[in-house]
């Protein structure tokens, strides 16, 4: 590679590290914004649910989250969850 090439070659990737900064953060907030959403549930005088109610959110919460660390690592999986209560 020439001099020119490994410029180009690091502008690239510190260009793609602070897109993927950027998304990251928003996302995650965001991701974050909805698990406090569905916290919000938690308010029994306002609505019925019981502990399996419960159990089965934190269980597809959690097995998203097991599906993010195997596609964010150097085996990535392409694993999706799907939720219903009933």
Do not use: C, H, P, W
Not at 6 to 33: P, Y
Not at 34 to 52: C, P, V
Not at 57 to 72: F, G, H, P, Q, S
């Amino acid at each position: 590679m020439t001099g020119q090439e490994n410029k180009e070659a690091a502008a690239s990737k510190a260009a793609k590290r602070a897109k993927f900064v950027e998304l990251a953060e928003s996302r995650t907030v965001n991701a974050i914004k909805a698990i406090r959403i569905i916290g919000k549930l938690g308010n029994k005088n306002a609505y019925q649910f019981d502990d399996s109610d419960v159990q089965k959110i934190v269980k597809a919460l959690n097995k998203e989250v097991d599906a993010l660390k195997a596609r964010m690592s150097a085996t990535g999986s392409k694993e999706t969850v799907d939720f219903k209560l009933d």
